[in-house]
């Protein structure tokens, strides 16, 4: 497999409204950061450059909603990376249909809404019902509530029952195809590594093009070819070798396939739903190059 920035996520803040018990939050004291935004105008003229194609998604570790900067960054964002699907994964506590619409006309072509409660789900199925339909087809709902098996983040969580540990036998997409960039500019091994243990650049120095294509991700993905000498948070890491690239996610949000589809998909393959196979998504495969 050879490396396509497919993805690029920016913290923007870490702060959450929430404390669940499958995620780090809930383990970890974690301050509530936001970006600066010399950082983030950088980080957006860095890929500008690259004339990056794919999806910008502005979260990582924290509620996106969070930040009342949002749509003027989104403005930015559009206006620099127009070829982008820019994107948001939220709980939705704070999603009103003023701030759905306001986001809209900002620039963002795609939310994903996750309900941690059946109250919640009721809550976003009626808000929803409140958009224009335009704006509906933007939004995919995903009920979690149904969600029994979520990954542990590389052992942080505990999880039960405790989920398959396919790496380094497997080969994993997100080092060939994702860059996860941390409220700081410090550019994280990938979704697990929310912490950046495994840090793999720092845009307060670097440039996105110099760390995607410098030699700590070719360590990692040499490694992952070889099926050995990978980064030890790997060897925990239980999320499923599954990727859906920026054409797949497009396609979850276009009018056509928006009536008569509830499927949910886990963009971000963080938990899989009673009953669900394993592979939610289209699949790369892991063969391909």
């Known amino acids: 497999m050879q490396p396509v920035l497919d993805c690029v996520f920016i913290e923007t803040t870490t702060a959450c409204t929430r404390r669940c018990d499958f995620c780090t939050h809930a383990y970890i ?9 010399s950082l983030f105008l950088k980080i957006i003229a860095d890929l500008g ?41 939220t709980n939705g506590d704070l999603l009103t249909p003023e701030r759905a619409a306001s986001l809209f006309a ?15 789900v009721e809550r976003l199925e009626h808000l929803k019902g409140q958009l224009p339909r335009d704006e509906r087809h933007k939004i995919l709902h995903s009920d979690a ?34 860059l996860y960039i941390t409220v700081t500019g410090r550019v994280a091994l990938c979704c697990t590594d929310d912490q950046c243990s495994h840090p793999m650049g720092d845009l307060a120095t670097q440039s996105v093009r110099e760390i995607w294509a410098g030699p700590a991700f070719a360590a990692v993905r040499q490694g992952f070819h070889e ?15 599954s990727y859906s690239n920026v054409e ?26 009673a009953g669900a196979s394993a592979h939610l998504q289209p699949s790369l495969s892991l063969s391909s190059t």
């Open 49 to 89: 450059e690259m004339d990056f194609a794919g999806r910008l998604a502005f979260y990582l570790n924290g509620e996106p909603l969070l930040d009342t900067r949002l749509e003027r960054w989104l403005r930015i964002a559009k206006t620099r990376c127009p070829k982008a699907l820019h994107f948001i994964n």
């Open 248 to 273: 797949q996610v497009r396609a979850l949000f276009a009018p056509a396939c928006a009536s008569g589809d509830t499927s949910t998909p886990d963009l971000d393959h963080q938990g899989r739903q």
């Open 227 to 241: 099926r050995d000498r990978v980064p030890a948070l790997c060897y925990d890491c239980d999320l499923d070798p």
């Open 145 to 178: 509530t149904k969600i029994t098996d979520w990954s542990s983040r590389g052992g942080v969580v505990t999880t039960t029952p405790k989920r398959p540990r396919p790496y380094p036998d497997t080969l994993c997409p997100r080092p060939f195809r994702q």
């Open 106 to 120: 900002a620039g963002l072509d795609a939310m994903k809404v996750n309900s941690y409660t059946g109250k919640a």
């Open 29 to 37: 004291d974690i301050p509530p950061h936001f970006m600066h935004e």
